[in-house]
């Protein structure tokens, strides 16, 4: 009997230790399909992010950027302003030297005039640059404001109020702009593309340019063997 008890004591503990591994090995699988599901949600949500911005424009990140310096920076500015301090002058106490040579140099390769395209942007342009030198008087503004009410906003229903005068400073200010702008206008000339009244004495355009590149050159040491072969007393 001795003998039969100690047999079967082996055998329970062996199959224990089977089951503790199948156990083992159950919640392992169990955390692998967890991991599994995990990664496969992560992705998801990456291939659908990646999509989104795929679609977005290609300079949004930095517009999006720009917008948040912006606000950050008016945020800055108010809060200046608040303290009753100069918010220009504290941000540039905070450049270095080199940002302010890097911004001098991005400031002179800026082009500022890109030329005649159309006329449309050339109207547009100078549109902008009238509205730039616009200073309004927002003390007149409002009062214009307080006293007009809603007419101030009018509609298809509101009535004109013909009697109304412009202040004798913005009719000024209004007359010197249009005689500036005459003035300028009356001193611009277009530049030629040749000289009417100049010699021809080119065969062709490529021609023309390589003289006009001689003449810069060496003009002035030929000038007189010029004179002498068109007065016809050249040696």
Same mark, same amino acid.
């Given at each position: 009997?001795?003998? *039969? %008890? ?5 055998? %329970?503990?062996?199959?224990? %230790?089977?089951?503790? $591994?199948?156990?083992?090995?159950? #919640?392992?699988?169990?955390? /692998?399909? /967890? ?5 496969? &949600? ?7 992010? @990646?999509?989104?911005?795929? =679609?977005?424009? *290609? ?14 920076? @008016? ?17 540039? /106490? +905070? ?9 001098? $140099?991005?400031?002179? &390769? ?10 449309? #942007? ?27 009410? +809603?007419?101030?906003?009018? !509609?298809?229903?509101?009535?004109? !109020?013909?009697?109304?005068? !412009? ?8 007359? *010197? ?6 003035? &300028? ?10 000289? !009417? ?7 062709? @355009? ?5 003289? =006009? ?20 007393? *050249?040696?």
């Amino acid at each position: 009997m001795a003998s *039969a %008890s100690c047999s079967t004591e082996p055998s %329970s503990s062996g199959s224990m %230790s089977a089951a503790e $591994r199948r156990a083992q090995r159950m #919640a392992k699988l169990q955390e /692998l399909s /967890l991991k599994r599901n995990e990664a496969r &949600k992560l992705n998801h949500q990456e291939v659908v992010e @990646e999509d989104r911005r795929n =679609k977005l424009p *290609a300079n949004f990140e930095q517009k999006r950027k720009r917008e948040e310096w912006k606000e950050e920076d @008016e945020k800055k500015r108010m809060e200046a302003e608040e303290r009753g301090e100069d918010y220009d002058r504290l941000r540039m /106490l +905070e450049w270095t030297a080199e940002e302010v040579e890097k911004w001098e $140099r991005k400031k002179k &390769k800026k082009n500022s005039d890109p030329g005649f395209s159309t006329y449309e #942007a050339a109207g547009l342009r100078q549109y902008q640059a009238l509205t730039k030198k616009m200073k309004p008087n927002m003390e007149h503004y409002q009062q214009q404001k307080e006293k007009m009410g +809603e007419k101030f906003y009018p !509609d298809m229903n509101t009535l004109v !109020d013909v009697t109304r005068k !412009d202040p004798e400073e913005a009719v000024d200010k209004l007359v *010197a702009d249009v005689e500036k702008q005459i003035d &300028k206008r009356a001193k611009f000339s277009r530049r030629r593309g040749f000289n !009417d009244d100049a010699d021809i004495d080119y065969i062709n @355009e490529r021609n023309m340019r390589f003289n =006009k590149k001689a003449e810069r050159f060496y003009g002035k040491y030929t000038a007189e063997i010029k004179q002498n072969l068109e007065r016809g007393t *050249a040696v």
